[in-house]
Structure formats: structure tokens, C-alpha cells
């Protein structure tokens, strides 16, 4: 049987939470900011698995596959309208889409 | 057999975070796709280590080998030049790093001080099997399944329409 603190799943989800916030705000490529989402997603996704097998219940697990699934939904429409940006203006720079007008 | 287990939660732990750091500062987009393989795969070994196998193998599955190739096409359709590469350089040779990494990292420290002073140390020593979480999918959360069905066909037909609506505009223009 493995003996891991809970305190350190928590806090190792609540750290890659913050390394992807950190490349949320940091990074200029729409594509990166996509990517860090994703790492912001695991990071909640690791908090929900270590409290849920805490107490020995299947419930965090069954929350991260619906994470999953959201992550999976943001991750496709994201790259379709990022790909339809790039047609338009060849550039995947976060700083010009101010310019779009509807 | 324990101690094991520790240290494997432990290594996997900071291979994922030591992935992670590198890949959202990466320039080349490709570089850090790769790094965030590396975080995903450690991170399936934590949740190995965590009682959680079913979970670890999706993450494996299903984040490394479906999302994360996803993106691996799309960097391979969009061809970026040396001009995106430059920009990321400029941003992230600058001062504009501090501001973020400041604040993220106190509302980090807030966090990991609110769980360090929890009272009860509590251990995980549990190992829950795929029947059991699949009697939870399939009886409490049957509506959350529904919905979350709901929600992958309504992406679906996003994608599909935005990918059909800019390939008939390029049509259009040539």
C-alpha cells in the first residue's frame, strides 16, 4: 500500500496550476497560451485525484474525466478558431487580435 | 514496498514540475509540445502512485496521445517563421516576466500555506479500481456523463463548422 501526504498531491497540483498561470499571462503565442491552459487544467486535475483517494473514493477521479472531456472540447474548438485566425492574418500573435472587428 | 512508492511520487513530482517550468519557456512552439509530453507522462506516474490507475492510463491516452498530437498537427500545419520566434524572444528577454511571476507565485504561497496548516496530516492508502469508478460514472454521475457528452458533440460541430468556414474563405479568395 503506498503512504503519500495528501498535503503534498495538493500542493503539487496547486504548483503546475500556478506554473500555467505564470504561462497564461507570460507567453504571446496563442498556441502557448493554449498549451498552458491545458497544464492549468492538470494541475486541478491532480488536486481532484489526490483528495478524492484520500477518503477512498472514486469521486475525484470521476471529476477528473469530466475535466477531461472539457479539456479535450476547449482544446478543439480553441485550435479551430486559432487555425481560422492564422488564414486571415498569418500571425498567431495575441497582441493583434485587438484589431479583429467582429 | 512503501518507501518505494514515496519516492516514486516524489521523482515523478518534480520531473513534472521541473517539464512544465521549461516548456511554457520555450521559444520554438515544438520544444515546449515536447516538455509538456514529459509533464503529462510524469504526471501519470503520480497519479499511478496515488491509487489511480485507470486515470493514469487515460492521462496517458487520452492527454499525451490525443490532445497533445492535436497540437502537434496544428504546429505542423501553421509553419511558423523565425518572426514568431523573435516576438517570444523579446517578451520573455524583458522585464514583462516579473509581474506574472510574482503574483502567480503569492497566490502560490497562500495556497501551500492554507494546506501545511491543515490539522490532520492525512496519508493516501487507497487504490480505487476501474469497476468501482465506473459504478459512480454510470449511477450518481450518470447526468454529469450526459452532459459532458453533450458538450464534446457541441464542440465537435464547433470545430467542424469553423474548420469548413475558413477553408471555403480561402476557396473564395483563390
Given amino acids: 500500500m503506498t503512504s503519500i501526504p495528501m498535503a503534498d498531491g495538493l500542493i503539487l ?24 491552459i ?4 492538470n494541475g486541478a486535475g491532480v488536486a481532484f485525484v489526490a483528495a478524492g483517494s484520500r477518503w477512498g473514493q472514486a ?14 472540447a476547449e482544446v478543439s474548438v480553441g485550435l479551430a478558431l486559432l487555425l481560422t485566425y492564422f488564414h486571415r492574418r498569418q500571425t498567431l500573435d495575441a497582441d493583434s487580435v485587438n484589431e479583429m472587428r467582429g | 514496498m512503501t518507501n518505494l512508492m514515496e519516492i516514486a511520487f516524489f521523482a515523478a513530482g518534480a520531473v513534472a514540475v521541473i517539464a512544465t517550468v521549461l516548456a511554457i519557456t520555450r521559444l520554438v512552439a515544438v520544444h515546449a509540445l ?4 514529459v509533464s503529462l507522462l510524469a504526471v501519470a506516474v503520480v497519479f499511478f502512485t496515488m491509487g489511480a490507475p485507470l486515470v493514469a492510463a487515460l492521462e496517458v491516452i487520452i492527454y499525451a496521445g490525443a490532445i497533445v498530437v492535436l497540437f502537434v498537427f496544428v504546429v505542423m500545419m501553421l509553419n511558423l517563421g523565425a518572426q514568431a520566434h523573435e516576438i517570444e524572444r523579446k517578451w520573455l528577454a524583458g522585464r514583462a516576466w516579473i509581474g506574472p511571476v510574482i503574483l502567480s507565485a503569492l ?3 497562500e495556497v ?11 496519508t493516501i492508502s487507497s ?11 454510470y449511477g450518481p454521475y450518470l447526468l454529469g456523463v450526459e452532459l ?3 458538450l464534446l458533440l457541441g464542440a465537435l460541430v464547433g470545430a467542424c463548422h469553423l474548420g469548413r468556414a475558413s477553408k471555403s474563405r480561402r476557396e473564395a479568395r483563390q
Fill in chain 2, 34 to 37: 515536447l516538455y509538456l509530453i
Fill in chain 1, 59 to 72: 469521486d475525484g477521479q470521476v471529476m477528473f474525466l469530466f475535466i477531461l472531456a472539457a479539456a479535450a
Fill in chain 1, 13 to 36: 497540483g496547486g504548483i503546475l496550476f500556478a506554473l500555467g498561470l505564470v504561462g497564461l499571462l507570460l507567453r504571446r503565442n496563442l498556441l502557448l497560451v493554449l498549451v498552458s
Fill in chain 1, 38 to 41: 491545458e497544464i492549468m487544467l
Fill in chain 2, 107 to 109: 497566490l502560490l504561497a
Fill in chain 2, 148 to 150: 459532458a457528452s453533450m
Fill in chain 2, 112 to 122: 501551500i500555506y492554507l494546506i501545511v496548516r491543515a490539522p490532520a496530516s492525512a
Fill in chain 2, 127 to 137: 487504490i480505487s479500481t476501474p469497476k468501482q469508478i465506473g459504478l459512480a460514472l
